[in-house]
C-alpha cells in the first residue's frame, strides 16, 4: 500500500486547511486510517481516525475544530482542519491500518506534509 499526502501549507490562525491521503496498491478497503502529527521536538500523535464503517475519533485537542471522512470508493482520506491554531503546526501523516483503529499506529504510512499556522 502507497499513500500520498497533500494538501498542506502555511496560513494564519482561524484559518483552514483540507488535507488528502490517496492511497494505492493492495486492496486496502477495509483498512482503519488515521491522521497523525508531529511537531518539532515531539512525539508522533494520533489526532483523528476513522473504520471501514465510518466510526470516528478524535483527540481531544481537535474536537470540534478537525473532520476526517473518506470518499466513496474508500481511496481518500480527508482532514478538513477548521479554526487552525498555531499549536496546530505539525507534519501531518495519513496511516492505514488493517487491524482496525487500534491504540497504536498501522504499518503503512505517507511522506508527511508540512502545515504551519502562524501570523
Known amino acids: 500500500v502507497q499513500l500520498v499526502e497533500s494538501g498542506g501549507g502555511q496560513v494564519q490562525p482561524g484559518g483552514s486547511l483540507r488535507l488528502s491521503c490517496v492511497a494505492s496498491?493492495?486492496?486496502?478497503?477495509?483498512?482503519?486510517r488515521g491522521w497523525y502529527r508531529q511537531a518539532p521536538g515531539g512525539q508522533r500523535e494520533r489526532v483523528a481516525g476513522?473504520?471501514?464503517?465510518?466510526?470516528?475519533k478524535y483527540d481531544d485537542s481537535v474536537k470540534g475544530r478537525f473532520i476526517i471522512s473518506m470518499d466513496n470508493a474508500k481511496t481518500t482520506t480527508y482532514l478538513q482542519m477548521n479554526d487552525l491554531k498555531p499549536e496546530d503546526t505539525a507534519i501531518y501523516f495519513c496511516?492505514?491500518?488493517?487491524?482496525?483503529?487500534?491504540?497504536?499506529?498501522?504499518?503503512?504510512w505517507g511522506q508527511g506534509t508540512q502545515v504551519t499556522v502562524s501570523t
Open positions: 496511516n492505514l491500518d488493517p487491524r482496525g483503529l487500534r491504540h497504536s499506529p498501522g504499518k503503512y
Open positions: 496498491g493492495s486492496d486496502f478497503s477495509t483498512y482503519a
Open positions: 476513522i473504520t471501514m464503517e465510518g466510526l470516528t
